[in-house]
Structures are given as C-alpha cells and as structure tokens.
C-alpha cells in the first residue's frame, strides 16, 4: 500500500462491516481515505488498520443523513487529501417489521439512513466534482430487497429501491462532468446479515458454502469491484445496478416492458380488461399473483 495518495475518497459506514472493507481496498489502491461512522472508537481502528498498511485515512464522526454534515464529510477530503475523487455510499440501518406492525419511527430512520445520506453525500461530492473539474466516481449501496423486494422490509426497500433508481438519474445528469454512478447490491456476511448467516450455517449451508479456502460470504470479496468503480479503468460504466457476491459479479437490467395488450383505440372496460389480463400474464411469462422474486436469486444466503 503506498501513503502517496494523490485521491481522495469517503465512505460513509466504515467503521466495520463492508464499509471498512471497502475503506481498504480503497486506500490499498492509492486513495486517500476519510472513514465516516457514528462510532469513533470503530472508526479509529479502521483509519489505524489503514496506516498499518502504510495508507492513508483519517476519520469523520457524524450521521451524513444530515445535509450540512454529509458537506463536511467532503470537505475533510478535500483539505487533507487535496482532492475528492470517490464517494462510496455504504451506511444504512434496517429495522425490520410487516406493513402491520411498522412504526412511522421504524420507516422514518430506515428511509433517512438510507436515502437522505445517499443524497447529501451524493450531492457535495457532486458539486466539488465539478469544481475540480476532472470528473469522479460515486458508488451507492442498493440491495436485492429494493430491487427485488423482500417480505418484511417495506423501510429498507423501499429505500434501496430509490437508491438505484436515483443512481441512474444521477448517472445521466452528472455525465456531462465526467462523473459516474453505479450502484452495487452486495450480498455478505455483516453485523446486519449475522442472523441469517447463523441461521443458514444451522441447515447446512448454502451451495456456496464449500470448503475449499475460498470464503464466499466474506465482506472483502466485495471491496476490490468498488475499488474497481472508483478507478479511471471504469470510466466508461455509469448508472448500472450491479450484484456482488463471493467471486461473482451479477449485472441487473432496470425495470422493462416484457408484453403489452391493446384494446383497438377504445378505452377500457372492467370486462375488456379481465379477458385481455391472462394474455398479458402470459405473454410476459409471469404469474398474476403475489410472488417472491428473492427465491430465484442467483447466490441466497438462505
């Protein structure tokens, strides 16, 4: 790891979990790097951790939901960096509970954790991107429960639901500048995936599971394709949605149209559209009722 860091770079969440993993591999790829979390004495060791391996970090304390926080979180990039180059988007909380039983508190804090920070980070590192003028790199942190959606987590998926869709818009906008935007849907072993790791490892585990060295659910085997998005080699990808896993990388095509029924230039009746909606359903090759698309993900922990 060399300490000559002409970047600089943020990650918010980074005191554990992916957000520290990614905190390293940035620094081991020459960014400089600020560690933002709640929790200063995690924080702490992170930015030692990188040091040990002769990068460079310092660390920012505070909850970048608020907006005026999240611009202070860049600004301490620039003045100890020179530079901010890469913002990564990682801290998030869930809290999970059926549409029933949820509290306004229970969506608020998921939702403000989750969004309001993605944009505020997004934002000021946007307007210092183009006051620099030479373009950067922003990383988001969606989920296959926002992009899929996942029984239970109406908060935390609606959240990171918005969060892709907002990774693509902020991709089209910035362009012009020279930024990018991607989104990466991780799927690792964390403090907030503990439970189901535990609960998978009771049953046997999973296909992945084997015992062959390689530890597939690691938190580290995500860092080096965010490493990846912040890097001029990936300059030319902007405003995707990928999956990360393991040794794997999963690209995930946006919401499209797969069939369409027409009525003949006339408005619609309730008869015309109960003959015509089993055309539909079966054109595109899905059911009508309620389904759960995380059962056919590609690499579940469960």
Same mark, same amino acid.
């Given at each position: 790891?060399?300490?000559?860091?002409?970047?600089?770079? &943020?990650?918010?969440?980074?005191?554990?979990?992916?957000?520290?993993?990614?905190?390293?591999?940035?620094?081991?790829?020459?960014?400089? *790097? &600020?560690?933002?979390?709640?929790?200063?004495?995690?924080?702490?060791? *992170?930015?030692?951790?990188?040091?040990?391996?002769?990068?460079?970090?310092?660390?920012?304390?505070?909850?970048?939901?608020? !907006?005026?926080?999240?611009?202070?979180?860049?600004?301490?990039?620039?003045?100890?960096?020179?530079? *901010?180059?890469?913002?990564?988007?990682?801290?998030?909380?869930?809290?999970?509970?059926?549409?029933?039983?949820?509290?306004?508190?229970?969506?608020?804090?998921?939702?403000?954790? !989750?969004?309001?920070?993605?944009?505020? &980070?997004?934002? !000021?590192?946007?307007?210092?991107?183009?006051?620099?003028?030479?373009?950067?790199?922003?990383?988001?942190?969606?989920?296959?429960?926002?992009?899929?959606?996942?029984?239970?987590?109406?908060?935390?998926?609606?959240?990171?639901?918005?969060?892709?869709?907002?990774?693509?818009?902020?991709?089209?906008?910035?362009?012009?500048?020279?930024?990018?935007?991607?989104?990466?849907?991780?799927?690792?072993?964390?403090?907030?995936?503990?439970?189901?790791?535990?609960?998978?490892?009771?049953?046997?585990?999973?296909?992945?599971?084997?015992?062959?060295?390689?530890?597939?659910?690691?938190?580290?085997?995500?860092?080096?394709?965010?490493?990846?998005?912040?890097?001029?080699?990936?300059? !030319?990808?902007?405003?995707? *949605?990928?999956?990360? &896993?393991?040794?794997?990388?999963?690209?995930?095509?946006?919401?499209?149209?797969?069939?369409?029924?027409?009525?003949?230039?006339?408005?619609?009746?309730?008869?015309?559209?109960?003959?015509?909606?089993?055309?539909?359903?079966?054109?595109?090759?899905?059911?009508?009722?309620?389904?759960?698309?995380?059962?056919?993900?590609?690499?579940?922990?469960?």
């Amino acid at each position: 790891m060399s300490t000559d860091a002409d970047r600089g770079a &943020v990650v918010t969440g980074a005191g554990q979990g992916l957000g520290r993993a990614e905190a390293l591999e940035l620094a081991r790829n020459g960014f400089g *790097v &600020v560690v933002n979390d709640v929790d200063e004495a995690q924080a702490a060791v *992170v930015v030692a951790e990188i040091e040990a391996e002769g990068g460079a970090a310092v660390a920012f304390i505070g909850d970048c939901s608020d !907006h005026a926080t999240a611009g202070k979180l860049i600004d301490l990039a620039v003045s100890t960096f020179g530079s *901010v180059d890469a913002a990564v988007n990682n801290a998030g909380i869930n809290r999970d509970r059926t549409m029933l039983k949820m509290s306004p508190d229970e969506w608020q804090a998921v939702t403000r954790m !989750h969004l309001d920070s993605t944009f505020a &980070v997004t934002q !000021h590192a946007c307007l210092r991107f183009k006051e620099q003028g030479r373009g950067g790199h922003v990383v988001n942190t969606t989920s296959t429960a926002g992009i899929l959606g996942n029984f239970g987590q109406a908060n935390y998926g609606a959240a990171k639901g918005g969060i892709a869709t907002f990774t693509i818009i902020v991709a089209l906008e910035m362009a012009r500048n020279g930024v990018t935007c991607n989104a990466i849907a991780p799927t690792a072993r964390t403090r907030m995936t503990a439970a189901l790791a535990d609960a998978a490892a009771e049953r046997g585990g999973s296909p992945e599971d084997l015992d062959d060295g390689f530890d597939f659910w690691a938190a580290e085997n995500v860092a080096p394709f965010v490493a990846f998005l912040c890097s001029d080699e990936a300059n !030319h990808i902007s405003g995707k *949605v990928f999956g990360v &896993v393991g040794d794997a990388v999963e690209l995930y095509r946006p919401f499209t149209s797969v069939a369409v029924v027409r009525n003949g230039r006339q408005r619609w009746s309730n008869a015309a559209l109960a003959a015509k909606m089993p055309d539909l359903f079966a054109d595109a090759g899905m059911e009508s009722e309620a389904t759960n698309p995380m059962a056919n993900r590609r690499f579940p922990m469960i």
